[in-house]
């Protein structure tokens, strides 16, 4: 059975982008930093379908406290 590829969608590429420039290696633990389920970030990742919603500040504390992003 061929493997299924699916692209990235937008908030994928930036998602993975940010991981890279804080040098966190692993989506899993992303996911842990976050506390959000890391079966639901792949979701995010891959299908335009999905939304982060209310999650999306949640989804970005890791990196405003590894000083990655600035937000105030």
Avoid: H, W
């Amino acid at each position: 059975m061929a493997k299924r590829i699916r692209a990235l969608t937008t908030f994928g590429r930036d998602l993975d982008s940010l991981l890279k420039q804080a040098g966190i290696p692993s989506i899993r633990e992303y996911a842990d930093a976050c506390g959000v389920n890391y079966k639901y970030l792949l979701q995010l990742r891959t299908n335009s379908e999905r939304r982060p919603g209310r999650l999306y500040l949640d989804l970005l504390k890791p990196f405003t406290r590894l000083k990655t992003l600035d937000i105030t």
